[in-house]
């Protein structure tokens, strides 16, 4: 996939924030993995230029660990913007925990593999090599969020090999998949390329094939409880401008269509 060149530079990126802030807020975020090395990468130059400061709780988008975002918000946490994955974010939505208004589409995410840094990399270039690499690994792993849920409810079966991987193969929680893989404790580990690609001592062997690869659309968006709407939105605006895109693309993950 070619990914476009873009040369906004920070400069560009003060400009849209250099009028500076008449009250600063403190900005309470929810942002779940595939985000989180963007945002990072942004948080500094956000908080200098808007005068706001961003404290972020993290946690996946879906799943049954009381770190999960529709966990935290169902236990009162505070939020002011969630970042997650579009269909989770819509089902708060469906729910009445978050504005249909304030939602916005962010990058889209691929699933990527990793193996150990320095351990022997098979090739998952084709639908075909990805199949054999499952097979003749000892041990794989994926997460408990968006990505992990595809491999184990629909990869699996596509590639026709549930029966012979589903012993070996082990949905981790909370954790990070690359880390558990740098210990060694797995030798093949799927999540999303934004997620991987931080981790150290992996090494990113590539992203799914496209006939079997399963693109997720990270979105964010203001609970109704918000104590700081207005600057939820304002940071959002911030995250899907233009100007954010360099930062979003160097993590691994995806400009929207038209972007």
């Not at 320095?118 to 792993?141: C, F, H, N, R, W």
């Not at 549930?162 to 690359?178: C, F, I, N, Q, Y």
């Not at 880390?179 to 093949?188: D, E, P, T």
């Not at 233009?242 to 160097?250: D, K, R, Y």
Request: proline fraction near 8%; charged fraction near 20%.
């Amino acid at each position: 996939m070619k990914v476009p060149s873009y040369r906004a530079s920070w400069l560009s990126l003060a400009c849209v924030l250099s009028i500076p802030a008449v009250h600063a807020e403190p900005v309470q975020v929810m942002n779940s993995g595939g985000f989180s090395a963007a945002y990072k990468a942004l948080q500094p130059e956000y908080e200098r230029s808007s005068g706001d400061t961003l404290s972020t709780a993290w946690g996946p988008s879906m799943g049954e660990s009381p770190q999960s975002i529709p966990n935290r918000l169902a236990r009162g946490e505070p939020a002011d913007v969630v970042i997650m994955v579009g269909y989770a974010l819509d089902r708060l939505i469906a729910q009445g925990v978050v504005d249909p208004a304030s939602r916005t589409d962010l990058a889209d995410s691929r699933i990527g593999m990793v193996v150990r840094a320095g351990a022997y990399a098979p090739d998952i270039s084709t639908v075909d090599a990805l199949k054999q690499a499952m097979l003749q690994a000892e041990s794989i792993a994926y997460s408990d969020s968006a990505s992990g849920v595809y491999i184990e409810r629909e990869l699996l079966k596509k590639l026709d090999i549930e029966a012979a991987v589903k012993p070996k193969a082990h949905m981790v929680e909370k954790t990070p998949v690359g880390q558990l893989v740098a210990q060694g404790r797995y030798a093949l580990g799927f999540q999303q390329v934004s997620e991987l690609k931080p981790v150290a001592g992996v090494q990113l062997v590539g992203r799914l094939p496209e006939a079997v690869q399963s693109v997720t659309r990270f979105a964010a968006g203001v609970p109704f409880a918000a104590k700081h709407p207005e600057a939820g939105r304002k940071l959002i605006k911030f995250l899907a401008s233009p100007q954010a895109l360099p930062a979003v693309v160097a993590s691994g993950m995806d400009p929207l269509p038209g972007q």
